[in-house]
């Protein structure tokens, strides 16, 4: 079965560059949520989708932003980058975004700022 | 505000005997509740869910999962362990007390099986 895809995997960037995350949900789901996991800690939301709209917000950056586009995949942009900001970054799917359903998750993005 | 805890950071089990990862939760109204597992470098994948009805769930790989309300529980179990569930689990909770679908989770704890 199709899965979440996350592009890149890994990425290293130095302080003060950009960056772009993207996400590719699983067919027919029209809800991501990215999700920010620094090292040995839990998952954190940071923002999500639905049908193209964002639906929620919650700890993300203002140098963070992040857009659905008519594909249902989603991009997460991270500018003036900082150390702080290395952590594994998660795209998670879902069908709707309704409370109950599951949210299946992507592999991750690495992101290591220098 | 909806929060969830995991009092362990680590499980230690033997291969072949019950184990027993617990979460309790707070949240305003009924919760959904969910139970993720993340082995090394790769994603969380999807466990079980507590939606209502039966308070215990069954899911993915042999684990089930019990709700209490009155103690705002839910242990994940599994009457056998493997060495192959060494991972890190993490609970998760979503109110439905008008927001959106994101998930919290709880700290996770690492379980450790030995043969």
């Known amino acids: 079965a199709a899965g979440v895809i996350q592009s890149p995997r890994h990425l290293i960037k130095e302080k003060r560059e950009t960056a772009t995350l993207k996400c590719y949900p699983i067919?027919?789901?029209?809800?991501v949520y990215w999700y920010q996991q620094g090292p040995g800690q839990d998952p954190q939301f940071l923002i999500s989708?639905?049908?193209?709209?964002?639906?929620d917000k919650g700890s993300i950056p203002d140098r963070f932003s992040a857009q659905q586009f008519s594909d249902y995949h989603s991009e997460l942009n991270m500018s003036s980058l900082e150390l702080g900001d290395s952590a594994l970054y998660f795209c998670?799917?879902?069908?709707?975004?309704?409370?109950?359903?599951?949210?299946?998750f992507g592999p991750g993005t690495r992101l290591t700022v220098l | 505000a909806q929060s969830v805890a995991q009092p362990e950071d680590q499980v230690n089990v033997a291969e072949g005997n019950p184990l027993t990862v617990k979460c309790t939760y707070s949240?305003?109204?009924?919760?959904?509740l969910f139970w993720y597992v993340q082995y090394p470098n790769r994603g969380l994948q999807f466990l079980l869910k507590?939606?209502?009805?039966?308070?215990l769930v069954k899911g993915s790989y042999g684990f089930e999962a019990e709700f209490n309300k009155s103690q705002t529980s839910f242990h994940l179990k599994k009457p056998s362990a493997l060495v192959s569930d060494s991972a890190l689990y993490f609970c998760?909770?979503?109110?439905?007390?008008?927001?959106?679908?994101?998930?919290?989770f709880g700290q996770g704890t690492t379980l450790q099986v030995k043969p």
């Open positions: 998670a799917s879902s069908l709707s975004d309704i409370p109950y359903n599951e949210q299946f």
């Open positions: 067919p027919r789901h029209d809800t």
């Open positions: 989708f639905y049908e193209k709209m964002q639906s």
């Open positions: 949240v305003s109204g009924n919760p959904y």
């Open positions: 507590y939606i209502t009805g039966d308070n």
């Open positions: 998760a909770v979503r109110g439905i007390s008008g927001n959106t679908g994101k998930l919290i």
